[in-house]
């Protein structure tokens, strides 16, 4: 069984900062991309920002130059640091990873973790 365990969510003023953590955990073969996606209310879950086991980075345009995401490939981590958030940035954060997981039949999958809360008051 494979995990995505996230933390690092909170309430904050807008300007203010935040890092999201998440941890993939369990039956692990080797993992492709990772990344965060966000769900606010009333909105589709949208794609935050991406990265490859190379280090490949994407961004959504609303968090260009505000946000950044990392890894660690050994630790199978994925962090997002978050800058000058806004009260737009509002949402429930759900980590992503594209993965193949040791099990009888091996094929690539996508698994979420269960989703942290960041609030950004004006």
């Known amino acids: 069984q494979v995990q995505l365990v996230e933390s690092g969510g909170g309430l904050v003023q807008a300007g203010e900062s935040l890092r999201l953590s998440c941890a993939a955990s369990?039956?692990?073969?080797?993992?492709?991309?990772m990344g965060w996606y966000r769900q606010a209310p009333g909105n589709q879950r949208e794609l935050v920002a991406t990265i490859t086991s190379g280090g490949v980075t994407n961004y959504a345009d609303s968090v260009k130059g505000r946000f950044i995401i990392s890894r660690d490939n050994a630790k199978k981590t994925v962090s997002l640091q978050m800058n000058s958030l806004k009260p737009e940035d509002t949402a429930v954060y759900f980590c992503?990873?594209?993965?193949?997981?040791?099990?009888?039949?091996?094929?690539?999958?996508?698994?979420w973790g269960q989703g942290t809360q960041v609030t950004v008051s004006s």
């Open positions: 992503y990873a594209y993965l193949l997981p040791i099990r009888q039949k091996m094929t690539w999958d996508d698994y």
């Open positions: 369990g039956s692990i073969f080797t993992i492709n991309a």
